[in-house]
């Protein structure tokens, strides 16, 4: 969405990303605090594709995640309030929880995690 001269706001850019349900969305801080950081979407077909709403790129990255996490549920991006974000935190439904590099998005680190999966990561 972008906003008009006259306040309305016009849909600028929209596709479908993923074959299935869309699990997660989270917003990665940018160097410019006028425009809009990285955006991650993570889906039921078990990737994770990233957006880059400068460059109006509906898909700027993916990744697929290991066979035996399950389905990525929630995401985060750390520092995530700080630009720029250098890493992403990701849940999944069986329980396990990965830590990414956003620069070439290696798995660095996976914890346990929780029984079942876990609905949100802060």
């Given at each position: ?44 077909d ?15 990255g ?8 399950g ?29 990414y ?22």
């Amino acid at each position: 969405w972008e906003k008009q001269l006259d306040g309305s706001l016009k849909l600028t850019l929209a596709t479908a990303v993923h074959q299935g349900s869309m699990r997660s969305l989270t917003m990665g801080a940018s160097p410019n605090e006028e425009l809009p950081g990285t955006l991650l979407s993570c889906g039921y077909d078990e990737t994770m594709k990233t957006h880059d709403w400068v460059k109006r790129l509906n898909s700027s990255g993916e990744v697929r995640t290991p066979s035996d996490f399950g389905t990525p549920i929630c995401s985060s991006f750390a520092p995530p309030n700080k630009a720029p974000s250098t890493h992403c935190i990701i849940g999944f439904d069986g329980g396990k929880v990965a830590l990414y590099k956003k620069r070439d998005w290696s798995l660095q680190h996976v914890l346990a995690g929780h029984e079942g999966g876990g609905a949100s990561l802060a």
